[in-house]
Each structure stands twice: as structure tokens, then as C-alpha cells.
């Protein structure tokens, strides 16, 4: 199914293509009256119209995309960010309660500002950044349920754990690189 962008990029691209092959065809042998010659240089102004149309035509489905993708990003960090905001918050409730030892407030404190900014974070409608959001998005659930490995008290804990320092630094140090993005 195609966009009405997608539509008007296709009409302008075929009334170029007609309108080129027109011009090609009355160049092909010079004309040799002035009406002939005149009929040229109107389907040569008609040609940068119609190129104008279709650059313009471009632009717009670009940013129809653009749009589209900012709108499916919108939707799904808020799904992305769930995980990143409660699992900390549990953690941090277990360490209120002395269950886990206040040394692992370094990692849930960065994990749930992240996913704070993941979810409630404007995003704005450039691609670089909304490509980096949806990283950032991804690298904080990860990091939850690394988080949630880690917690649980089995052999593998300390492995989990570390994975789960180097899952926070990842998904912030992608969050501050969308930050950066002109």
C-alpha cells in the first residue's frame, strides 16, 4: 500500500522521466526553426519544474518516514522503559529493608534514571536519535533482567553482576551519546 508521499514521489518522478526522454528526442536532431526551438525550452522549463516537484515530493516522504519512526519510537520506550524503572525500584526497596547492602545503590540509582529518560525523555525527530533512543531502550531492559540474575542468590551472582555494572555504563553512556546528537 502506498503513502500519498509515496504516490506524489512516483507521479513526479514519471512526468521527469517523460519529460527528459521528450527533451532527449527534440535534441536528437537540431531543430531548425524557432517554434520547434521554443517547444524545447518549454519542455526544458516544464523538466526543472517537474524536478522541483519530485526533489520536493522526496522530501516529503522522508519526513513522512522520519515521522512514522519518531511515533513508533514514542510508543515502544514506554513499554522499554518499564523494566528499567521497577526493577531498581524493588532492589532499591530490598535495600531499604537490609535484604541487599547499600553498595548496590551505584547500580540501581544510574539504571533507574536511565530508564526514567527512556520513558519520559522527549525524543525528538532527528534519525540518529531516535535510532540511539531505541538502543538505549534495549540496553536498559537487558540491564534489568541482568540485574535480576544478579539478585538472585546462586553461583552465577557474581558473574550477573558484573554484566549488570557493564549493562548501566552501556545503556548511559547511549543515553548521553543521544544526548549529544545536534
Do not use: N
Not at 4 to 18: F, I, N, Y
Not at 37 to 50: E, F, I, N
Not at 148 to 155: E, G, I
Amino acid at each position: 500500500m502506498t503513502t500519498p508521499a509515496q504516490h506524489d514521489r512516483d507521479l513526479a518522478e514519471g512526468r521527469v522521466a517523460r519529460l527528459k526522454q521528450d527533451l532527449r528526442d527534440g535534441l536528437a536532431t537540431p531543430p531548425e526553426d524557432v517554434a520547434a526551438m521554443d517547444g524545447l525550452v518549454a519542455t526544458a522549463h516544464r523538466l526543472l519544474d517537474a524536478e522541483l516537484a519530485f526533489d520536493e515530493a522526496k522530501h516529503r516522504l522522508a519526513h513522512a518516514e522520519l515521522e512514522s519512526r519518531h511515533a513508533a519510537t514514542q510508543r515502544a520506550v514506554v513499554y522499554f522503559a518499564a523494566a528499567p524503572v521497577l526493577v531498581p525500584l524493588v532492589a532499591a526497596a530490598l535495600v531499604l529493608f537490609e535484604v541487599l547492602t547499600p553498595l548496590w545503590l551505584f547500580a540501581l540509582v544510574p539504571l533507574f534514571a536511565a530508564g526514567l529518560w527512556i520513558g519520559f525523555g522527549p525524543v525528538r525527530r532527528v534519525a540518529d536519535v531516535i535510532r540511539e533512543r531505541r538502543r538505549g531502550a534495549w540496553a536498559g531492559s537487558v540491564t534489568a533482567a541482568l540485574l535480576v540474575l544478579a539478585l538472585v542468590p546462586w553461583p552465577a551472582a557474581a558473574v550477573f553482576t558484573s554484566l549488570t555494572a557493564v549493562g548501566v555504563a552501556g545503556t548511559c553512556a547511549l543515553l548521553w551519546r543521544e544526548s549529544r546528537i545536534p
